[in-house]
């Protein structure tokens, strides 16, 4: 056998561009590299805070996306994502600037995920931050219009320690936040038929979701998992 060269990193297909943060990432947190199956490749995007990403747009930052994405296929990996939703709104732009592809937002399954739904139910969005979660974060995520949104905004840990990127989390008060907002938005919602999971820093309680709703829940982890699985198809 001849193995021929040309990339710095082998094994890693994915790339995922991180915020600039400090608040824990625990085990089932894409941030925490034991969360996945299969090897991945991080670049931190410095100044890229959590508030100034999911509060403020991503005002002045997509020149940095932009350059640590083209570092990413500089060091070999096959394919690239984000550790936000909220970055769905540069999607485009990403995916015109680097030769591999793109998903930039676990948003972006949402569509998917009603295709599989039975008759008359319907997928909905539970978010870190619905008060910034705009319409232009959804159409450029290809969410279908009316889809209902549920926020543990309001609640008494998650939003509040991810967002002013908090050295410490209470990790029982963070569940409970997720799984109230995720009844909250069953309850008002009688066609739903499966939660997607906006902020990648929820997939940690993706379970409990899941067994307090009894519905299916889909997070990056899920969306990464099945793009990985394109970009590095096992060999049987």
Known sequence: ???????????????????????????GDMGNAQSWPF?????????????????QGGDGLLGHFIDAA??????GVDGITTNCGFLSLFQN?????????????????????????PAGKRAGVLTISASTLTEAHLVK??????????????????????????????VEMARQDNVAAALALQKSNSDLGAIVLECTNMCPYAADISEATGLPVYSILSLVT????GLQPPRW
């Open 93 to 117: 732009e990403l995916a015109e600037a680097v030769p591999v592809p793109v998903v930039t937002s676990s948003l972006m399954q949402v569509e998917m995920v009603n295709r599989v739904l």
């Open 39 to 55: 090897p991945v490749h991080y670049k931190i995007v410095h100044d890229a805070t959590p508030d100034r990403v999911v509060r």
């Open 70 to 75: 083209r570092d990413l296929v500089a060091d």
């Open 226 to 229: 099945w793009f990985q699985s």
């Open 141 to 170: 995520a290809r969410v279908p219009e009316g889809t209902p949104i549920g926020t543990t905004e309001g609640g008494q840990e998650f939003t509040r320690a991810i967002l002013k990127n908090e050295l410490q989390l209470n």
């Open 1 to 27: 056998m001849i193995a021929t060269g040309g990339k710095s990193i082998y094994g890693a297909s994915v790339g995922i561009l991180m915020l600039d943060a400090r608040f824990p990432r625990i085990p």
